[in-house]
């Protein structure tokens, strides 16, 4: 069950403003990095919040993948993402392919700030 979890938090985006609102536009991206950097998109869900007074609302993007998961989060309002990459080293160390997703996605939101964590999780065991 050893895995790589990754996140992200992503401040002063200055994205095209239709990555933060645009779920089409994100899911089209989202499995366009999963695909690029070798990990493998088996299901996923996105859904776009109802615009309130302050504007357009956000997106949460999820991507199930056969390695684990991709989440993105977006808050518009507050130029600001929040990414989520994890991936189970079962079989084969996807340790690299999570970095480089995790590297694509902060590039396509241009963020002056970036508040990241790396987490190994789980234990190595030899039978």
Known sequence: MQG???TADLHQCRCDPRW???AALLVEHCIQAVQTVGLHAVAQLFHTFP?????????TATVLLAESHLCVHTWPEQHAVTLDVYV??????????A??????????????HVE??????????CQ
């Open 51 to 59: 615009a309130t007074d302050k504007g357009p609302s956000g997106v």
């Open 88 to 97: 189970c080293n079962f079989g084969a160390d996807h340790s690299a392919r």
């Open 20 to 22: 933060l609102t645009d």
């Open 116 to 125: 990241q964590t790396r987490l190994l999780r789980g234990k190595v065991t």
């Open 4 to 6: 790589l979890h990754l």
């Open 99 to 112: 970095e480089a997703l995790m590297s694509r996605l902060m590039a396509l939101f241009e963020p002056e």
